[in-house]
């Protein structure tokens, strides 16, 4: 079983309106990381956010943690049309892995 | 700045032949991943490297086999290939446990 799921799986947004993207995970962890995926490109990495932090700002992206829950959310502000992609979370499995979550898909009209 | 080079970018290969992925991770990074995704799917780690050993396995099928050479690079050889192998194949690095940098991928295609 995927160690992260994320919700929604499918977004679509106009430009200049926020996004929000969930994320949950089943064991404890470290970190968890958020990442980006243009269609069939490599992945991107945008933010980690350690165990110890609630918050952490990058741009215009903001990444909530709570580890009491288990989950993560990624917010993106002002969207552009160039912000469409995949985003996924992931989290650290093992000495050197990362689990993905499921993905959600961001489409940003113009 | 320095990319992980991947190659090569498309691979097209017949049922039960072998297929050999490379790649040149960022000078000076100590690890090496790689990940298969499918069609629409997330990706799905398979085996990494830290320092030329084997560090963590993951769903690798016995058909497919990996290594880390002397100058750090990676090959990740399959074996006996199968449709259901057709997917992008990402090799990734990083310095320590850190965030991961990703090369832009190697599409299969097994017909």
Redesign the interface.
Known sequence: S?QGEEDPQALSIQEGENATMNCSYKTSINNL?W?RQNS??????LI?IRSNEREKHSGRLRVTLDTSKKSSSLLITASRAADTASY?CAT????????????TRLQVQP | AAGVIQSPRHLIKEKRETATLKCYPIPRHDTVYWYQQGPGQDPQFLISFYEKMQSDKGSIPDRFSAQQFSDYHSELNMSSLELGDSALYFCASSRQINEQFFGPGTRLTVL
């Open positions: 995927q990381q990442y069939g490109r490599g992945l991107v990495h980690l996924f650290p499995t093992g000495r050197r892995a990362l689990t993905f979550g499921s993905g």
